[in-house]
């Protein structure tokens, strides 16, 4: 069966990787270790992007879980943080953005799928070409969903109109390609661009 969407990440995959420089100005604004900030992805996150809480309270609770109450409870400060880490992620890698609207422009639908905070959809969407302009685009925040909840994948499946064995998924993380695959999606573990894009072309050829 012929491929007829590819569906695209959007952390480390048409963003370019959250550089650690934000977490070194984070340390320098605060006076706290950076080491605090470079471990809070894991802390909450995945209530972040659910959409439960916001940045600044995502900060809070970095900071009063590392024993920084004081600092925690200074909300001002807590959105500053927020906001420097969602203003990292906005760093888009014109290459696979540029490739992204390609496959579209060849005949395949572009979806996006993407565990998000919904601050940073608000901000940055139409700023992202590919967001602007996919088939259909599902984020968590907007769901209450992430990955790799197979919920959130049959629902860019349906807003795409294809079946799991006409899609390709692109992710930069094991365990969301490995649910994708259960379902009998496609999924390509995103290491780079090169290697993405030849195993994508490999896989649209057997499938002719």
């Not at 952390?11 to 984070?26: A, E, L, R």
């Not at 807003?159 to 692109?170: C, R, S, T």
Request: charged share 25%.
């Amino acid at each position: 069966m012929s491929i007829k969407a590819v569906i695209f990440d959007f952390g480390n995959v048409i963003s370019k990787t959250q550089p650690n420089t934000c977490f070194y100005d984070m340390a320098k604004l605060t006076g706290i270790p950076a080491e605090v900030f470079l471990q809070a992805m894991g802390q909450a996150r995945s209530a972040f992007d659910l959409g439960e809480i916001k940045a600044a309270e995502l900060y809070s609770h970095i900071l009063k879980s590392n024993g920084y109450t004081a600092e925690s409870e200074d909300m001002a400060l807590c959105q500053k943080l927020g906001d420097m880490d969602l203003s990292s992620w906005y760093a888009i890698n014109e290459q696979v953005s540029d490739w992204a609207l390609a496959l579209q422009k060849q005949g395949y639908k572009l979806g996006i799928l993407s565990n998000m905070p919904g601050e940073f959809l608000e901000r940055y969407r139409t700023g992202i070409p590919p967001f602007v302009k996919a088939d259909y685009a599902v984020f968590s925040c907007d769901i209450h969903i992430i990955k790799p909840d197979e919920r959130i994948y049959k629902l860019a499946l349906q807003g795409l109109g294809v079946k799991p064995e006409e899609a390709v998924f692109f992710d930069d993380i094991s365990k969301n390609i490995e649910a994708a695959k259960a379902l009998g999606i496609n999924g390509i573990l995103w290491e780079n661009f090169n290697q993405a894009k030849k195993e994508f072309e490999k896989l649209a050829a057997e499938n002719l």
